[in-house]
């Protein structure tokens, strides 16, 4: 019988938010009564302890490839777990652009997570052009097969993935549902000739652009498990809708 896989939505806030925004979308969601356990927010790290007392899972948008030691300005995932993250994201196309961060920084970067309890949100997508030149199934494979060469399978199963392509992150141009779903499938085959069981469970949403209009077509193709929510993920009504959708 076919797992049935729980959909997820995580808001990622990037250099965005307030003292107050905290407060506005943690009443709008408990009022909008969303199952908890279905929604998280990634906010920037100084707001992690603020967001605790909502009741909904919070996470944090980068981690620390590091432990401990001299890396000025860095934050571990033991810290992050000690300040109420249940969640982090890893390998956002933002760092990996404007950061240059390598696929292998990416892999250990969700394995400092999952030692710390954490679980990695794992992003991956191509750019334009890749998607222009056909290559783009293989792109986000490879990037993908560097992360299970990192942390083996077994804790790979412990990864969310998210389906973001660079083309579509905040330009408002989403992937058609039949593009998005077309990727899904493809990682999921790709993750299938690991181990089909992990496969089955791997929950891979869809990031790029998802708004309250286009979430429900979207999060209704049979392999994308819910989104990853950036603009949308700033204003709580539309949030909120994007979350029912899932
Ligand atoms: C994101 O930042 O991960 C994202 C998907 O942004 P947006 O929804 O604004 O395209």
């Not at 696929?103 to 400092?112: E, F, I």
């Not at 949100?121 to 783009?136: A, K, L, M, S, W």
């Not at 999921?188 to 690991?194: L, S, V």
């Amino acid at each position: 019988m076919a797992i049935q896989r729980k959909p997820l939505v995580a808001g990622n806030w990037k250099l965005n938010g307030s003292d107050s925004l905290v407060e506005e979308m943690s009443s709008a969601l408990q009022k909008a009564e969303i199952s908890s356990s279905d929604v998280v927010i990634c906010v920037p790290a100084p707001y992690l302890a603020k967001f605790q007392s909502s009741g909904f899972d919070i996470g944090a948008q980068d981690v620390s490839e590091h432990d401990a030691g001299a890396y000025t300005g860095e934050v571990s995932a033991e810290m992050l777990a000690e300040c109420g993250a249940k969640w982090v994201i890893v390998g956002h196309s933002e760092r990996r652009t404007y950061h240059a961060e390598s696929d292998s920084q990416v892999a250990q970067k969700a394995a400092m997570a999952i030692k710390a309890g954490l679980t990695p949100i794992v992003c991956f997508g191509e750019e334009e052009e890749i998607r222009d030149n056909g290559t783009y199934t293989d792109h986000c494979i490879a990037q993908l097969a560097a992360v299970i060469d990192v942390l083996g399978i077994e804790n790979f199963a412990q990864c969310v993935l998210a389906y973001e392509p660079v083309w579509a992150i905040g330009t408002g141009k989403t992937a058609s549902p039949e593009q998005a779903q077309d990727m899904h499938k493809s990682v999921r085959d790709f993750i299938a000739t690991h181990s089909a069981d992990v496969a089955e469970g791997m929950r891979i949403l869809y990031g790029g652009s998802v708004k309250a209009d286009n979430a429900s077509e979207l999060f209704s193709q049979p392999d994308v498990d819910g989104g990853l929510i950036g603009g949308a993920s700033l204003k709580a009504e539309d949030f909120i809708q994007i979350c029912r959708s899932a």
